[in-house]
């Protein structure tokens, strides 16, 4: 069972959703300056930054690449960077030409409740987090579907066993729509927030289950991400309680685990450092992940990067 302690987080939902490591960093008072680099394993060329009209000087992350690589949803805070509050909304963008256009703001975003981490898998359906009244309790997953017009449905939380009074967030569901991934802090984990996955029998999502170890540990662990096949999951593993101290490798890391014989083996890092929201096209060569940029040992900005495999 785990021992650490339980934390209590005012806006625990959003913590995960969106400018997740910058606000858990400025809560913990984090004093050391980082580097702003950021490194892939050998596997990968290096990590570049999407650019305009994606990034710009406000909290850009949870980046989510349609499989085929045109469509990216992103959440962006409305306030300055650092200054994230309730102010986080969902948009999208095209890429024509090779080129992103402006970004389009989502229907199913809510003035004054943060939505974010959309997980798109057939640009007809997404899940996302959200903070909203009539919930369950701190962050709960919805969907939301494409409208014969155009735009999205405003969205629809999905309910129990997936959303309880505790954090939901950070949504993936498999190409079949039949195993959804999330993060959550709900009881019966390893420690701190776990990754879980429930099925989909005859329409109904069945009862979570936890991932265990080695996927989960007594680290944080979220923003799973699987690959199309369904071999290898993508996730966060960072230390948002001792951040302060240092810990080496800790620092929001994005990491991969291979399913061996049905289990998922021992995770290895793929980027790092404060960076998370790994999502990946389909073919497996481009993967979108957010970056925290650090100046003076303080959160200034959040971007949208992107790395291509070699
Ligand atoms: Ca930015
Ligand atoms: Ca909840």
Redesign the pocket.
């Given at each position: 069972m785990p021992t650490k302690p339980r934390r209590k987080f005012q806006f625990t939902a959003l913590l995960v959703l969106s400018g997740a490591l910058g606000i858990h960093y400025v809560g913990r008072g984090c004093q050391a300056d980082f580097s702003s680099a950021v490194t892939a394993s050998s596997e990968w060329k290096t990590p570049v930054n999407v650019g305009p009209p994606i990034?710009?000087?406000?909290?850009?992350d949870s980046p989510c690449i349609s499989p085929d690589g045109t469509l990216l949803f992103f959440s962006?805070g409305r306030h300055d960077?650092g200054q994230q509050d309730r102010n986080v909304d969902v948009y999208y963008s095209r890429k024509v030409g090779g080129r992103w256009t402006e970004p389009a703001y989502c229907e199913f975003n809510m003035k004054s409740f943060p939505t974010s981490a959309v997980k798109a898998q057939d640009n007809q359906t997404v899940y996302f987090a959200s903070v909203r009244p009539g919930g369950y309790g701190q962050g709960d997953i919805y969907s939301a579907t494409r409208q014969p017009g155009g735009g999205w449905s405003t969205g629809r939380n999905i309910g129990p066993p997936i959303n309880t009074e505790y954090n939901e967030s950070e949504p993936y569901v498999s190409p079949d729509g039949t195993k959804l991934y999330f993060t959550s802090d709900r009881p019966g984990g390893v420690g701190g927030m776990d990754n879980w996955v429930s099925t989909n029998v005859g329409g109904q999502w069945t009862n979570p289950v936890n991932l265990g170890q080695p996927a989960n540990s007594t680290y944080d662990d979220l923003q799973p991400f699987v690959t199309q096949d369904g071999s290898s999951l993508y996730f966060v593993r960072a230390n948002f309680a001792n951040v302060g101290k240092l810990v080496e490798g800790y620092h929001a890391a994005i990491r991969r685990c291979d399913l061996v014989n049905g289990k998922w083996g021992n995770p290895q890092v793929v980027v790092s450092d404060f960076v998370g929201e790994p999502s990946m096209t389909a073919d497996g060569r481009f993967l979108y992940f957010a970056h925290v940029v650090f100046s003076g040992g303080r959160p200034i900005?959040?971007?949208i990067m992107m790395v291509e495999k070699k």
């Open positions: 990034n710009t000087s406000a909290w850009e962006r960077a900005d959040s971007d």
